[in-house]
């Protein structure tokens, strides 16, 4: 019964004409701008490469369910005052079968709403580390947690939003505001959890680049009338090689199952869009897992089940009766509007992954140590493991980017008298005192959706990405200890925005916080409480540190050339070992090794129209649209193209100790085809030989300064082109070499062919590029002292 009604944009009206974004050459006359092309029918998952077992396992276990077993296997069901487990999203058992369920739960940096668990480095302190090492422990840490608590589906990790919108309320979940750099961790990140076991849901599937508007207004506004979710139009190639670029690096790591997005794609809500779902992710990329929907982004019964989801996760009192599945997606199976194969293809990928990982052998009851009311009996499952103590640390340090230092203010040397001000400094006690799952859950229902919390430190953001750590140490935890060893002298005020300083202080820390939350997007960038509280200090005391926990860009113009204001720090997210990773950064224990994985300009309005999200509905009524015009053109790239100095640039961070570079070598390999087009076996993720290595770039990096340190090197690429649509750099390549004082490393990036390629639009393949590429490596987006070139 085709068509189905899957493009609201289309039922709407949102008909654009024929002029498309003047810089691309759209193909197809009829696919116009802001508008998706149907692509039918859903493609079955196959069993390719090394899902073949799972395959076997899982079609054998299919062809045992009644209709209605099957229909129950793609749902999953919320936690209600009806569940005993905390299991964000439950899928039924059928015990006739031997199949216990599925339990999924929140989310990308630690288990939400449970007991003994540890809070991660948010996301975008994974960013900031430019570790992949670090990335991969991290993931295999956070996973071996949600396992034993019987949780078979991680909500995580994101790699989308990717910071497109600078106020983006989600922005610190994930990595970075470079594609690329999303990509590598995110093949970490997947590579990480699964190795542990868990089901990766990577999300979200795709360009969901705001909060505000990102669903219907009923959902989650309250808005007079009701629109529709913001359609993200976004042309062919900008979404290739921004959008969905880091998923590709996800499915080649074996990701299991993709998270479909709140809001519309040219105009049809991702999760019903079968451009998105059954073209791209299933036909082009060879996704081999299910695609579960965002909580509550479902729109259509049957269009969902033609457009290629597979796993519909309710909203807060969904009800199996009624919902657009469950007993309507048997209905519209038994009348023949979704095809039984298609229902059949949805289970068979949904057990293919759990079979994949495992999860039918060796693993817990699901849910079982995940308790909705802790003040009920339950069982007491510790999910934490002292093995991964140091990988905490380590992952708060590395996320930590200083990047002011003058006059030797740090390290601190064991300083008399030390003032201590702000709101981010100390645990906020008083915060939830019915305490009963973690000591100091961050929630946006308790923060009302400030742009500051100015209740206490700040280690992770709100919503459902937010954890509840058995433990978190703040900064003051921390400096009381170090105090007392070192017989430092203390002062303080947690609260005043113009503190009374003792004037023997040999230093002042100011330790603030820029906050945001799932939901909403950012009021600011930047608030006059805490400029102002700075200022006052500053005004006061000539070695000022300030401190900033903050989940996304913050200007500091408003300061930054105070003679006064010594050093400043971008904190992020650290999740529980904050204070002890502030800390003993602070007095050189370890050496500053982040750099910022975005752009922080000297002012708002530098980021032009990617500054704030697209709020009103005008001219649009009830269909907001936002057209992606700007193309590649995100964070540094818009920077660079606009020639726009930012205070700091993509890729900055400053050190305890200094470091050169020298010795740029490009080395072709030989033995590699340069065929402009790949030619390999599609596996998860595109054609096998796009990972070819047909270039590899070495350089050398020098510790020149007296301390040890880490580096991190970074490549860019210059491809050629009109500079309207090609940026003039963009990253292709980093290493973190840690170096002894005078010690030298060779650092090397291999570039694949896909490293090295553009989306063809026209022949809807990635196309090798041609000419002369520049090469050129440096330890940030702007401090590139090696030049060179690689002719293709
Ligand atoms: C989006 O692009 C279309 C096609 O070029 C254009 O008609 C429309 O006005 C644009 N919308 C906005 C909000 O710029
Ligand atoms: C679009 O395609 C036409 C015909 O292939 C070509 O002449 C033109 O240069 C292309 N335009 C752009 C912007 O690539
Ligand atoms: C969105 O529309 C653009 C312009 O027509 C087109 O290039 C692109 O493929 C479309 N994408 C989706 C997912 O529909
Ligand atoms: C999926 O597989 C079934 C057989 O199991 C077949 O009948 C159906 O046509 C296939 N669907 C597609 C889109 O190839
Ligand atoms: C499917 O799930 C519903 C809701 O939990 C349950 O009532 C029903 O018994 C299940 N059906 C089968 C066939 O397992
Ligand atoms: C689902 O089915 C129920 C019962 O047949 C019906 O009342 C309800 O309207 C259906 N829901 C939708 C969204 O189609
Ligand atoms: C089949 O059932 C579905 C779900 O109840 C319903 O939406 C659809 O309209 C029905 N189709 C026909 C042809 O009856
Ligand atoms: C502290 O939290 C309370 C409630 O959670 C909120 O009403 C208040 O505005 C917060 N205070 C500040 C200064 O942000
Ligand atoms: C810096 O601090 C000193 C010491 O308190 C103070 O006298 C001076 O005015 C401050 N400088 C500025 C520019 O505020
Ligand atoms: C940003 O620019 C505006 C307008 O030019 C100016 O009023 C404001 O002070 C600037 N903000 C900062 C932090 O420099
Ligand atoms: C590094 O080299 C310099 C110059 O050769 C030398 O003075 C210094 O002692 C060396 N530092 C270390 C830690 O080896
Ligand atoms: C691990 C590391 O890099 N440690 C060095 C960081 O910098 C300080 C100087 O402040 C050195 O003392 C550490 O050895």
Redesign the pocket.
Known sequence: MLPFATRIGVLCLVFYGVEAKANYNITDDTVFYGQSPPVYPSPNGTGIGDWADAYAKARVLVSKMTLEEKVNITISIPMGEDHVTGCEGRVEAIPRVGFPGLCLADAGHGLRNAELVSAWPIGMSVGASWNRELALQRATGMGAEFKKKGVNVIFGPIIGPQGRIVKGGRNWEGFSSDPWQNGQLGYETVKGLQGAGVIASVKHFVANEQETRRSTSTFFYEDETTTQAISTNIDDKTMHELYVWPFVDALHAGATNIMCSYQRLNNSYSCQNSKVLNGLLKTELNFQGFVITDWGAQHAGVATAMAGMDSAALPEGGNFETMLWGLNLTLAVRNGSVPETRLDDMVTRTLAAWYKLGQDQDFPEPGIGFQADTTLPHKSIDARDPAYDDVLLQGAIEGHVLVKNVNNALPLKKPKMLGVYGYSARNRDSYEPNNVLGPLQTDDNNLDHVIIDRNGTVYSGGGSGTTSPWLAVSPWDALLQRARKDRTALYWDFESANPHIN?NVDACLVIVNAYATEGTDRDALRDDYTDSLILNT?????NTIVVFHNLGVRLIDTFVD???VTAIIFAHGPGQESGNALVSLLYGDVNFSGKIPYTVAKNESDYGSLLDPIRGVEPYGQYPQDNFTEGLFIDYKAFDKAGITPRYEFGFGLSYTTFSFSNLKITKNESASFDQYPSGEVLQGGPADLWDVLVTVTATVTNTGRVSGAEVAQLYLGIPGDQDIVPVRQLRGFEKPSLHANQTATVSSPLTRRDLSEWDVIAQKWSLVTGDVKVEVGSSSRVLPLVGTLTL
Request: with cysteine; net charge positive; hydrophobic share 20%.
């Open positions: 004037a500053a005004s006061k005391c000539t105070h003679p006064n």
